[in-house]
């Protein structure tokens, strides 16, 4: 019961900040210009800012390993590969099958991240979304246009990915953070609690934004499909992952973020990339909103589980 009430503790405030969020859009104060607006904010400001702070004051002897940096890499990339295998040959259209396999591996781990790991190990545990990040970030760049390729008709541009990846403002922020922590490079005071201030509303506005982006649009139209998409992403994928994670070991901070990136909700940006590349749009939106909805609970039991059984 005690496992269960703190899991509470963890999951509630987010879930209602969700709401709040919603409330806001629903009573006229966040639109559609205002989310968009918000996300450009909270993506090129925002969480840099966070991850640049985070990475400068890492404490590198609590730093994970290659093996947790290799589980994340090709953790994605399995995912990935058993969706371009399996899907499209139960979609035949590559519009929605592209945007199913992008759905399915690409989580909004960006987002969630922060403010779960905040909440389940302090600020202790944000270094490892920073570490996370430049892993998780490049990689889903560049399987997503792989993964729409095929309803776009046009050959996926290495220079293109390559350019996004390298100009990308929560990789930079990371490098930086990095070479900051490699120099021991400190900066004056005020500056010091301007780049704390602006971290710290990372996380609510992100879910203020998140909840107010959430719409349900073309959600019966696609049912049958969306059903076993959501079984598949929001339990089979994060219960198969985060069982191997267990049986390799991993404990305490590095199994918390493994949890949280493989049962995390589909990424909000896959939708407009989605939409840019040719896929199904009303599907990709329709997924956005139900794995949000669904993975309030559907995380909130691999936290207790972990809880439960004293793995973090």
């Given at each position: 019961?005690?496992?269960?009430?703190?899991?509470?503790?963890?999951?509630?405030?987010?879930?209602?900040t969700?709401?709040?969020?919603?409330?806001?859009?629903?009573?006229?104060?966040?639109?559609?210009?205002?989310?968009?607006?918000?996300?450009?904010?909270?993506?090129?400001?925002?969480?840099?800012?966070?991850?640049?702070?985070?990475?400068?004051?890492?404490?590198?002897?609590a730093?994970?390993?290659?093996?947790?940096?290799?589980?994340?890499?090709?953790?994605?990339?399995?995912?990935?590969?058993?969706?371009?295998?399996?899907?499209?040959?139960?979609?035949?259209?590559?519009?929605?099958?592209?945007?199913?396999?992008?759905?399915?591996?690409?989580?909004?781990?960006?987002?969630?991240?922060?403010?779960?790991?905040?909440?389940?190990?302090?600020?202790?545990?944000?270094?490892?979304?920073?570490l996370?990040?430049?892993?998780?970030?490049?990689?889903?760049?560049?399987?997503?246009?792989?993964?729409?390729?095929?309803?776009?008709?046009?050959?996926?541009?290495?220079?293109?990915?390559?350019?996004?990846?390298?100009?990308?403002?929560?990789?930079?922020?990371?490098?930086?953070?990095?070479?900051?922590?490699?120099?021991?490079?400190?900066?004056?005071?005020?500056?010091?609690?301007?780049?704390?201030?602006?971290?710290?509303?990372?996380?609510?506005?992100?879910?203020?934004?998140?909840?107010?982006?959430?719409?349900?649009?073309?959600?019966m139209?696609?049912?049958?499909?969306?059903?076993?998409?959501?079984?598949?992403?929001?339990?089979?994928?994060?219960?198969?992952?985060?069982?191997?994670?267990?049986?390799?070991?991993?404990?305490?901070?590095?199994?918390?973020v493994?949890?949280?990136?493989?049962?995390?909700?589909?990424?909000?940006?896959?939708?407009?990339?989605?939409?840019?590349?040719?896929?199904?749009?009303?599907?990709?939106?329709?997924?956005?909103?139900?794995?949000?909805?669904?993975?309030?609970?559907?995380l909130?039991?691999?936290?207790?589980?972990?809880?439960?059984?004293?793995?973090?």
């Amino acid at each position: 019961m005690q496992e269960f009430l703190i899991t509470l503790d963890i999951m509630l405030p987010l879930l209602l900040t969700l709401c709040v969020g919603a409330l806001l859009r629903r009573i006229g104060l966040m639109n559609d210009a205002t989310t968009n607006g918000m996300n450009k904010l909270i993506f090129k400001l925002l969480l840099p800012v966070l991850l640049f702070k985070n990475m400068r004051d890492l404490d590198t002897t609590a730093a994970p390993g290659f093996g947790f940096a290799a589980f994340v890499l090709f953790g994605i990339l399995g995912v990935y590969a058993a969706a371009q295998l399996i899907v499209p040959r139960f979609l035949k259209d590559p519009r929605q099958s592209s945007v199913v396999v992008q759905a399915l591996f690409r989580t909004n781990f960006a987002i969630l991240g922060v403010p779960l790991m905040q909440a389940i190990f302090g600020d202790a545990g944000l270094a490892f979304v920073a570490l996370v990040l430049p892993i998780n970030i490049p990689e889903n760049n560049i399987l997503s246009v792989f993964a729409l390729t095929p309803c776009s008709g046009q050959k996926a541009d290495a220079k293109k990915i390559l350019r996004q990846i390298v100009t990308n403002p929560m990789i930079l922020g990371v490098v930086l953070g990095a070479v900051c922590l490699l120099l021991n490079v400190r900066l004056p005071k005020a500056v010091d609690k301007v780049i704390g201030n602006i971290a710290g509303l990372t996380s609510t506005v992100s879910l203020l934004v998140l909840g107010a982006s959430l719409k349900i649009q073309g959600v019966m139209q696609h049912r049958k499909t969306l059903c076993w998409m959501l079984l598949f992403k929001q339990l089979i994928i994060p219960l198969t992952l985060a069982g191997l994670a267990v049986l390799l070991g991993f404990r305490g901070m590095e199994l918390g973020v493994l949890v949280i990136l493989f049962g995390a909700p589909t990424a909000v940006s896959s939708f407009p990339m989605a939409q840019a590349m040719g896929g199904d749009g009303q599907l990709a939106a329709s997924q956005v909103v139900l794995t949000t909805i669904l993975s309030m609970g559907t995380l909130f039991l691999l936290i207790y589980l972990c809880k439960l059984c004293a793995f973090f």
